[in-house]
């Protein structure tokens, strides 16, 4: 868990971070959305130190994140920017291995991790542990950096436009990816964005940022159907915040038992998804199936559409 | 594939400019000059008037087969083949014409290369090279080249073959200071190459973290650069000659308005633009996520600076490392004039005794070593971008 208490930061007289806390939640993510210049890069590189905040303080488990020497809390904290940021001079292999050789473990150890987070990351060891970074594609360099990012089995993860510089297909992915990734290990990743839809499909938690202060931090029905504060309104989307809600709700939550002729939709998919199948195909209820091929009920267009209304 | 007949008629640009010009020096130009003694003018003779009548037509018949080779073959190494092969037969003719024109137990009569066969020479050198770039070998390779071209050429002048040829002769006379100069002129240019790497990778690292002074410093090595180089040396015989003076330890550590101080001491100031530019410049040109992200993961700033930025860098810092060997090679031969020593005071000698044979002992090897220095460190650079993007 990390813990930020009235973090500030004064550049040359201007007040970029302004008082912000909050507290993260271990095993989360927890996105901060917020337009350029709002403070969220300045505040996400506050908890690892690459700005030493000018008031307030971060605890990481409890510690104050100030006991230690900077470069070696940064060890113990992943940390993955836009645009990878990978060594050019070193492999794919050299790259991943960073913080493991920094933090002096054994060769073997470091060969096992490597192989480990290749796989992971659908990258064949054989083929991408020797390539140069200029040697892959947006999406893999991305996968790399993520990969090293994570490669001393940090607790905490930090993440700065991870999926900035990608095309749309290749970030849906990276961000399934993700969410893949935080289950696997437990991460605590906190990860900063300008995308409100990818705020709303990452976060467990979302907090708000303009003008250096942290408007709204809450879960993300909370921010569409109780916004406190109107820009995070706006911010969140006015015209289309149903539509949101309904993305954050899967087809399997809603399904009702009962069997019908309708289209067949993913349990995975989200309400929204569900509501475009069924009005494509003019039905009034469709088929919820399980991963395996299971029936698992029925979800209806009446359902959702309840479902679009704030509580 | 068997060539159209229009491919007959399409020449080699380059191999028809060489093979005019080689057979237009040969033929209009004295082979070889034969002088009375080392500094009085000489006489011209052909190559078909001072050898007998099978050595010129073998020598000659290799250069003609040359010159089809250099027009129409398009194959790299056929082409390098040829020109290697005029080189040698053109070689042993100077040397077979030295000896025979040469009275026995004459050590004042000289035989000089002639123009003609030095531009000849000089077109087939050029063949060479080109016929090695279409070849384009790795930079591994051309390392190789270098060290078996100048093995070859050391192990033929060492055969005693040339030794009556007039520059050899005058090498003959000189040895021992030739190899003493050699070594001085060395020591000079990588000496002060050295000093100025070890000065200039801090002061380059200095401007490219404190972007305000970086202007400053560029602009003051930069009209070091514009003073000509044997007007910096004068500047600097006063203070040096009045710190030998005052200091008498300094004056015995050779340090002294003139010799080998001042010499090194401007070559030295003369290498830190190229230097500090490039380090700035190589430095520069690191990638900002890079260097972001390898703080990010907790480098110190000297492992950011080490395993990060200099490696980066060090292309560009190499190829600043290459202008300036290669341009110290050729200034270092200036500094004989303040008593510097090096290749350059054969040049200076024989500049004033008018004897040009002692000129070219000086010169021919200055410009050796600079061919290979240059050639030295492109394969480096060359190497180090590789592994480095």
């Known amino acids: 868990m990390i813990s930020i208490e009235n973090l500030a930061k004064d550049y040359n007289g201007t007040r970029v971070v302004d008082g912000v806390s909050m507290q993260i939640e271990g095993n989360s993510i927890t996105v901060i959305v917020g337009t350029s210049g709002s403070g969220k890069s300045t505040l996400l590189r506050m908890i690892n130190r690459l700005v030493e905040p000018s008031a307030g303080r971060v605890l990481i488990e409890g510690r104050d994140t100030r006991e230690e020497p900077a470069h070696l809390l940064r060890r113990r904290i992943g940390y993955a920017i836009q645009g990878h940021g990978l060594f050019p001079h070193r492999t794919v292999e050299e790259n991943i291995a960073t913080v493991p050789r920094l933090l002096g473990w054994s060769a073997s150890r470091i060969s096992e991790r490597v192989a480990e987070l290749l796989t992971v990351f659908q990258l064949e060891p054989k083929t991408y542990a020797r390539a140069f970074p200029h040697e892959l594609s947006g999406g893999q360099a991305q996968r790399v950096g993520v990969a090293r990012a994570l490669a001393a089995e940090p607790a905490v993860l930090l993440m700065d436009e991870p999926f900035g510089a990608l095309d749309p297909i290749i970030r849906a992915k990276a961000q399934e990816d993700l969410l893949d990734i935080q289950r696997r290990y437990g991460t605590t990743i906190l990860l900063v964005t300008h995308d409100m839809d990818e705020a709303f499909h990452l976060g467990d938690r979302v907090g708000v940022m303009s003008g250096g202060r942290l408007l709204q931090y809450d879960t993300p029905e909370r921010l569409l159907t109780h916004p406190a504060d109107p820009l995070v309104a706006r911010m969140t989307g006015l015209t289309d915040r149903a539509m949101r809600l309904l993305s954050l709700t899967t087809a399997a939550a809603l399904a009702a038992p009962g069997s019908c002729a309708g289209p067949r939709i993913a349990a995975s998919a989200s309400l929204r998804e569900a509501l475009s199948e069924l009005l494509w195909s003019g039905s009034e209820a469709g088929l919820v199936i399980e991963a395996d091929g299971s029936p698992r009920g029925i979800v209806t267009v009446a359902a959702i559409l309840a479902h679009g209304r704030p509580a | ?389």
């Open chain 2, 1 to 389: 594939m068997r060539p159209s007949p229009a491919a007959v008629w399409h020449l080699d640009p380059l191999g028809a400019l060489l093979s005019a010009a080689g057979a237009l020096a040969l033929s209009c130009l004295p082979f070889v000059d034969v002088k009375a003694n080392r500094i009085v003018p000489g006489v011209g003779h052909a190559l078909t008037s001072v050898l007998p009548g099978q050595g010129a037509a073998a020598c000659l018949a290799v250069l003609a087969l040359v010159v089809p080779v250099a027009l129409w073959v398009r194959r790299p190494w056929l082409r390098l083949a040829a020109a290697l092969a005029g080189i040698t037969a053109l070689a042993l003719a100077l040397a077979a014409a030295a000896t025979l024109l040469t009275p026995a137990g004459d050590r004042v009569v000289r035989i000089a290369t002639g123009a003609g066969a030095w531009l000849t020479l000089i077109c087939l050198a050029l063949l060479a090279t080109d016929a090695v770039t279409r070849l384009k070998p790795s930079p591994a390779r051309r390392v190789l080249y270098l060290i078996v071209c100048l093995g070859v050429l050391i192990l033929a002048l060492a055969s005693g073959r040339f030794d009556e040829l007039s520059v050899m002769r005058e090498y003959a006379v000189n040895a021992e200071r030739f190899a003493r100069e050699l070594r001085a002129h060395v020591a000079l240019a990588v000496g002060s190459l050295a000093a100025a790497v070890l000065v200039g990778l801090p002061l380059g690292i200095f401007c490219h973290r404190v972007p305000r002074v970086r202007g400053a410093i560029l602009a003051v090595l930069n009209v070091i650069q514009t003073v000509p180089s044997i007007a910096l040396f004068g500047i600097l015989m006063a203070p040096l000659g009045a710190l030998a003076a005052a200091w008498p330890l300094a004056e015995r550590l050779g340090i002294r308005g003139i010799g080998a101080a001042p010499a090194a001491v401007a070559l030295f100031l003369y290498s830190l633009l190229p230097i500090v530019a490039n380090t700035v410049a190589g430095l520069a040109r690191v990638s900002r996520p890079a260097v972001e992200a390898a703080r990010g993961m907790g480098m110190t700033g000297a492992q950011v600076l080490l395993r990060i930025e200099l490696p980066l860098a060090l292309p560009v810092i190499f190829t600043g490392i290459r202008v300036v060997l290669v341009q110290n090679i050729g200034m270092v031969t200036v500094a004989a004039l303040i008593g510097g020593g090096g290749l350059g005071t054969f040049v200076f000698q024989g500049i004033g005794q008018t004897a040009i044979d002692l000129v070219l002992l000086g010169a021919i090897p200055i410009v050796a070593l600079a061919f290979s220095a240059a050639v030295l460190l492109d394969a480096l650079v060359e190497v180090m971008d590789r592994t480095h993007r």
